[in-house]
C-alpha cells in the first residue's frame, strides 16, 4: 500500500513527465542555477538585450550632440592649429611658438596665472567668512541674499557697472569719489588751482606755477594781489567780499588778495569792487635774495599782515596755492587694471562660493564642536582646527570650480578694461577672440590659443575627478 502510494507520487513529479516529444527535462534544482538551455535564461537574455538597445538609443541624439558640439570641435581646432593664417599652408609648430614669443600672448598668458592664483582664492576665502560669520545672527539669510545677489546679474552688466565705478572722474566715478574724500580730509588741497594774473595785474609768472610781485614791497604802502581764473561758484564756502586792507604798525606789510573778476561785469581791474571775493586762505611768501623771510595766510576777506621783515621783499605767491586738485587713482590704468577687474569678479562670486560653503556648513556635527568649545577651544580654534578641515571638500569643489571658470574669462576684461589698457589686462580668451575675428584674424594662431586654454583646464579637471571618486570610495 505504502510503496503503491509512493509509485504514485513519483509519478505526480514534474521531473516524470515526459513532453509529447518523448524527450524529458529535467526539474531545475531548488535553489540552483536553471541550465543553459532553459526558456527562463533566454527569456532573460533577450530581455537584457533588448535593455542594452533601448539605452543606447536614448543616449544616441545625446551622443550626437555631444560629438558635434564638443568633440568635433576640439578635433578640428587641433588640426586647424597646425595650419597657417589661410588655412591652407602647413606651418608646423609655429603658431605654438607664437603663443611664447609674441610680447601680447605672453601678457595674456602671465594674467591668466594672476587670475586662477588670486581671483579663485579670494572668493573662497570671503565665501567662507560671510558662511561662518552670519551663521549665529538672525539677519544672515537677507545678508546672504544680498551678497549672493550679483550672481542674476550678467557679465555683461556687471562690466558696464564696474566701468563705470571705476571712472576716473570723482563725480562720476564711485570709487574715486570715496578716495578722493578720504584723501582730502587727511591732506590739504589747492583751493585755487587755475587762478592766475592778467597782464595789466601787478604780478608776473615766477617758474614752477609760482606768482610774484613786479616790484617789491614796502611798508605803509598796501599791496593788491588780485588774480582771475576762478570760477565763483568754486570759491570756498567761508570766503566773503574782498576788504581794503589796514595800514600797519610798526613797518608792517598789508595786503588784500582777491578775485578781480565781477559777475555780470561793470568791474574795473586792480580796484577791488563791491561783489568781489577776497581769496580766503592763499598763502603769500615775502622773499628776500631767494629765501623766504616770511609768510602768511589770507583772512575770509582776503586781507593778510606781514611783519616788517618783509619791506624790500618781493611778494610770492608759491605754487602750493595752484597745483591740480588730486583727482583719485587711475584703476583702469595699466597697473591697476587687473587688480581691479578681478576685484569686480570677486564681487560677483563671493556670493556664490559663501552659498555652497554655507551648505557644507550646515552639514556639519555640530556635537564636535561643542565638544572642541568645551575642552576649552576657543572660536579661533574651532574654526581653524575643526571647521576648515572638515570643509575641505567643500572648499575643493569651490575652488575648483572657480579656477575652472576663470581660465575662460571673457566678458569683464572686454568690457571693463579701456582700449589703452586692454593689452595690459588681456588674457587667453580676450586674446582668442581678438586673434580669430577681425581684418587681421590668423584662425591658426587661435585654435593655437584654444588647445593651450584646453590644456590647462585638463590637469583641473582631472583632479575633479580623483576628488569625487575617493570621496564615492568613502
Do not use: C
Request: charge should be positive.
Amino acid at each position: 500500500m505504502t510503496t503503491a502510494a509512493a509509485g504514485g507520487a513519483d509519478e505526480a513529479r514534474p521531473a516524470d513527465r515526459q513532453p509529447p516529444g518523448g524527450t524529458s527535462v529535467p526539474a531545475p534544482r531548488k535553489g540552483g542555477p536553471a541550465p543553459s538551455g532553459s526558456p527562463g535564461v533566454r527569456g532573460r537574455r533577450s530581455v537584457t538585450g533588448t535593455r542594452r538597445v533601448i539605452a543606447a538609443l536614448f543616449l544616441l541624439p545625446a551622443l550626437v550632440l555631444l560629438g558635434a558640439l564638443v568633440v568635433y570641435p576640439i578635433v578640428y581646432s587641433v588640426y586647424r592649429s597646425f595650419f597657417d593664417q589661410a588655412g591652407t599652408g602647413f606651418a608646423g609648430i609655429d603658431n605654438y611658438k607664437a603663443l611664447f614669443t609674441d610680447d601680447t600672448i605672453r601678457t595674456a598668458v602671465k594674467n591668466n596665472a594672476i587670475w586662477v592664483v588670486f581671483a579663485p582664492t579670494v572668493a573662497t576665502a570671503l565665501g567662507l567668512i560671510f558662511a561662518v560669520l552670519t551663521e549665529r545672527i538672525r539677519w544672515g539669510t537677507a545678508f546672504k541674499l544680498v551678497v549672493f545677489m550679483p550672481m542674476a546679474i550678467s557679465m555683461l552688466a556687471a562690466g558696464i557697472i564696474f566701468r563705470l565705478v571705476y571712472d576716473q572722474a570723482p563725480e562720476r566715478g564711485v570709487a574715486n569719489a570715496v578716495w578722493v574724500g578720504v584723501h582730502d580730509t587727511f591732506a590739504e588741497s589747492a583751493g585755487f588751482p587755475k587762478a592766475h594774473p592778467l597782464p595789466v595785474h601787478p604780478l608776473k609768472a615766477a617758474g614752477g606755477g609760482a606768482f610774484v610781485t613786479k616790484t617789491p614791497v614796502r611798508a605803509g604802502q598796501p599791496v593788491q594781489l588780485p588774480l582771475v581764473g576762478v570760477v565763483p561758484t568754486k570759491m570756498p564756502s567761508d570766503a566773503k567780499p574782498a576788504g581794503a586792507p589796514g595800514p600797519g604798525t610798526d613797518g608792517e606789510i598789508t595786503g588784500t588778495a582777491w578775485l578781480d573778476f565781477t559777475k555780470g561785469g561793470g568791474g574795473k581791474p586792480n580796484v577791488i569792487d563791491a561783489k568781489e571775493l577776497g581769496l580766503a586762505g592763499i598763502k603769500v611768501e615775502a622773499v628776500k635774495d631767494g629765501e623766504v623771510v616770511a609768510s602768511a595766510t589770507a583772512g575770509d576777506d582776503g586781507t593778510f599782515t606781514l611783519p616788517a621783515s618783509a619791506d624790500g621783499a618781493e611778494l610770492r605767491l608759491p605754487a602750493s596755492n595752484f597745483k591740480e586738485p588730486y583727482n583719485g587713482v587711475d584703476w583702469l590704468g595699466p597697473t591697476l587694471v587687473t587688480p581691479g577687474i578681478i576685484g569686480s569678479y570677486v564681487w560677483m562670486w563671493a556670493g556664490f562660493a559663501m552659498v555652497l560653503i554655507a551648505a557644507g556648513l550646515a552639514g556639519l556635527p555640530r556635537e564636535l564642536l561643542e565638544a572642541a568649545r568645551v575642552d576649552g577651544a576657543n572660536e579661533w580654534q574651532v574654526f581653524r582646527r575643526i571647521t576648515v578641515p572638515m570643509l575641505a571638500p567643500v572648499l575643493a569643489v569651490v575652488l575648483v570650480t572657480l579656477m575652472i571658470n576663470v581660465l575662460k574669462i571673457f566678458d569683464l576684461v572686454f568690457i571693463i578694461a579701456p582700449g589703452s589698457s586692454q593689452d595690459d589686462a588681456n588674457v587667453l580668451a580676450l586674446q582668442l577672440y581678438r586673434s580669430s575675428f577681425g581684418t587681421d584674424a590668423d584662425l591658426g594662431v587661435g585654435s593655437a590659443i584654444a588647445v593651450l586654454l584646453l590644456l590647462l583646464v585638463i590637469p583641473v579637471m582631472l583632479f575633479n575627478i580623483r576628488r569625487i571618486r575617493k570621496e564615492g570610495r568613502r
